[in-house]
């Protein structure tokens, strides 16, 4: 089982879009696939048309006395599930402050899925909290999406640098840009510069689009009601760079 972590400190980048495509794409291949909605805005569990209500809200979900298995819920897609969101996530640092070796809480949760599904893609809040540190203990990769701006290439740099002061090992930070308009100079010139700096990025970029703008409006993954679109394939091409680089 391996465990991606669709992940920015910054929101409104394209992260949710990510998660939800970037999972629909690895179940069309075949991989059996748990969306897991950490963010209590509940974005991705609205794509998926799941209600957004956990019992026991996010103590149901950290405390470890219900099964995860009583989490999941089924979507309209074959080989994908999800636990959705609950507002009341919002309080989770809060929960898993109280919780022994809080920041691996999240790891021992997951652990015993690894029998059902072969990836978990985590949609994460955008913040650096406690949440976000289980988050890097529990995920082999974050998926980072970043806009080609000189304030998304900072967060990046941010993020760089909590990895290396935290002493995080074992985890794979793979950027790709995201809301890519190749008419303007400068992201046509941040996707040449930054990749020269940084070796670990996803060759692909996903374009702006108006139609990833329609997931909200279809509440699908766009990979599903507009398989035939550029942006659409520029998804299936992000999956199999980021299938490639967690093997």
């Known amino acids: 089982m391996r465990i991606l972590a669709s992940y920015n400190i910054k929101g409104g980048v394209g992260k949710t879009a990510a998660a939800v495509n970037l999972a629909h794409v690895a179940a069309t291949r075949g ?27 996010g103590k149901g979900l950290v405390s470890g006395k219900r099964d995860l298995d009583d989490l999941i819920k089924a979507t309209d897609h074959e080989n994908l599930d999800l636990i959705p969101a609950d507002f009341r996530f919002r309080n989770l640092d809060l929960l898993l402050e109280a919780e022994k070796k809080s920041t691996r809480r999240l790891r021992k949760l997951l652990k015993p899925l690894g029998d059902d599904y072969d990836i978990i893609m985590l949609d994460c809040p955008p913040s ?14 974050l998926i980072i999406p970043l806009i080609p701006t000189t304030l998304s290439l900072r967060t990046y740099d941010q993020l760089e640098a909590f990895k290396a002061e935290q002493k995080i090992k074992g985890l794979k930070l793979l950027p790709f ?29 996903i374009p702006y689009a108006s139609a990833v703008e329609r997931m909200g409006v279809e509440r699908e993954p766009l990979t599903a009601f507009a398989p035939r679109t550029a942006v659409a394939g520029a998804y299936r091409a992000l999956w199999d760079a980021a299938d490639a680089a967690t093997e």
């Open 31 to 57: 991989h059996r696939v748990l969306v897991i909605d950490l963010d209590p805005q509940g974005a991705a569990s609205f794509y998926f048309r799941v209600k957004t209500r956990v019992k026991g809200g």
């Open 128 to 141: 650096v909290s406690l949440v976000s540190e289980a988050v890097f203990e529990a995920a082999d990769a």
């Open 177 to 205: 840009f995201s809301m890519v308009d190749r008419r303007k100079a400068l992201h046509r010139e941040i996707l040449e510069s930054f990749p020269k700096k940084h070796g670990n990025v996803l060759g692909v970029s």
